[in-house]
């Protein structure tokens, strides 16, 4: 069969350069997101996670910012590595949800030396 | 430390044939989950449990069905396999709600 992402939009960047990833999500309810990195023939790996009474968040290289008037969520990654080089999905969780995932399509990140 | 663990890797089935595909976590997460993932597309939520003995069935159910003996174990079995289910279906874990689900690598599953 066809590999995870075949058809996803592509964002290509230099080494070492930032990267920011968008996603507009559909639940207006929705109160937990997560950002996941999955490489071909992996499963989904967890970044980074963000809760609706927050507008942004970091990590180590990561930063999720949450626009709840407009539904956006993005994905900055600092200087970004090779080992980037993957597709990251959003996903949220509507509230009451028992924790079900809703995913987004998803964006393939090319990192180019 | 395992995580969640999925068998097998890889299946070919004829249609109409049927399978079980396994998924073990050792993390004692009671919410288990299982997705499938066609190509270019997002992880779609075909059942899920919230403990042993609890099933529910999420998006896409038809055609397939769960059970939740243990904590640890949640089978997915596929009867009278079609074409459609030509997937990698995609088993995960939380310890409860509102916490990042834990995923496994898959099994990559064709049928002809």
């Known amino acids: 069969g066809e590999s995870v992402g075949l058809h996803l939009p592509t964002l290509s960047v230099q080494e070492g350069d930032n990267s920011i990833i968008n996603c507009a999500y559909s639940?207006?309810?929705?109160?937990?997101f997560i950002w996941y990195k999955q490489e071909s023939g992996k499963g989904p790996q967890f970044i980074i996670d963000?809760?609706?009474?927050?507008d942004k968040r970091q990590g180590q290289r990561v930063t999720v910012l949450l626009n709840k008037t407009v539904k956006h969520l993005s994905l900055q990654i600092a200087a970004t590595q090779p080992g980037d080089s993957a597709v990251y999905f959003c996903?949220?969780?509507?509230?009451?949800?028992?924790?079900?995932?809703?995913f987004g399509a998803g964006t393939r990140l090319a990192v180019h030396p | 430390n395992a995580g969640v663990t999925q068998t097998p890797k890889f299946r070919i089935l004829k249609i109409g044939q049927s399978m079980t595909l396994q998924c073990t976590q050792d993390?004692?997460?009671?919410?288990m989950y299982w997705y499938r993932q066609d190509p270019g597309m997002g992880l779609k939520l075909i059942y899920y449990?919230?403990?042993?003995?609890?099933?529910d069935k999420g998006e896409v159910p038809n055609g397939y069905n769960v059970s939740r003996s243990t904590t640890e174990d949640f089978p997915l079995r596929l009867e009278l396999a079609a074409p459609s289910q030509t997937s990698v279906y995609f088993c995960?874990?939380?310890?409860?709600?509102?916490?990042?689900?834990?995923f496994g690598d898959g099994t990559r599953l064709s049928i002809l």
């Open positions: 639940n207006s309810a929705s109160d937990y």
């Open positions: 449990s919230v403990g042993a003995g609890i099933t």
């Open positions: 993390m004692n997460h009671n919410y």
């Open positions: 995960a874990s939380s310890s409860r709600v509102n916490q990042p689900q834990h």
């Open positions: 963000i809760r609706s009474n927050m």
């Open positions: 996903a949220e969780i509507p509230s009451g949800g028992y924790n079900k995932l809703i």
